[in-house]
Every structure is written in structure tokens, then in C-alpha cells.
Nanobody
Framework: VQLQASGGGLAQAGGSLRLSCVVS????????IGWFRQAPGKEREGVSC????????YYADSVKGRFTISRSVAENTLSLQMNSLKPEDTGRYYC?????WGQGTLVTVSS
């Protein structure tokens, strides 16, 4: 199983970034998959997840209304559209399915 995250980078406050996670070894229509993040000096926290059916999504209160999770079963890819970015969104973002984690992609938001 491999999860390859990409799309991180440097953004200004109020800007946008789109993260992607390509998954191999799992089919996304059978398992929930989600994004987590870890800011410097803080514990890893859940950001958003989507069920295997795609019918339900979850967002942390801190990102509701700004982030949108989506997935493509055909491409086995998970995405996270991040708008209205804030400096507190800075951190390494990881995708996770089951017990498997990607290597993460770094997001830095400047004020």
C-alpha cells in the first residue's frame, strides 16, 4: 500500500492550495480516507475525511467552510481544496487510509 501526497507549498493568507493523494493497494470506494495535519510542536490532528461510499464527509471545526475534500475512485486519488488559508493552517498534511499513512506534504501559510 502506498499513499503519495503532493500539492503543498507556500501560500499567503487568504490564498488557496490543492492537495492530492494518490493511493495504490486500496480501492477508495471501500474504505474511508482522510487528511490529517501536524503543525510544528503540536500533535497530529484530523482535518477531513470521506467515507468509502463518498456519501459522508467530516471536517474539523477549524476548516469548515474553507476546505473541501473529494475523491476520484477511477483515479484512486484523494484531494483537499484549501481556500481562505490562514497562518494556523501551516503544517505537514498527511493522507491516511486504514492503518496506512502517506509521507506528508508541507503547507506553509504566511501572514
Amino acid at each position: 500500500v502506498q499513499l503519495q501526497a503532493s500539492g503543498g507549498g507556500l501560500a499567503q493568507a487568504g490564498g488557496s492550495l490543492r492537495l492530492s493523494c494518490v493511493v495504490s493497494g486500496f480501492t477508495l470506494d471501500r474504505y474511508a480516507i482522510g487528511w490529517f495535519r501536524q503543525a510544528p510542536g503540536k500533535e497530529r490532528e484530523g482535518v477531513s475525511c470521506i467515507t468509502g461510499s463518498g456519501a459522508s464527509t467530516y471536517y474539523a471545526d477549524s476548516v469548515k467552510g474553507r476546505f473541501t475534500i473529494s475523491r476520484s475512485v477511477a483515479e484512486n486519488t484523494l484531494s483537499l481544496q484549501m481556500n481562505s488559508l490562514k497562518p494556523e493552517d501551516t503544517g505537514r498534511y498527511y493522507c491516511r487510509i486504514g492503518q496506512y499513512w502517506g509521507q506528508g506534504t508541507l503547507v506553509t501559510v504566511s501572514s
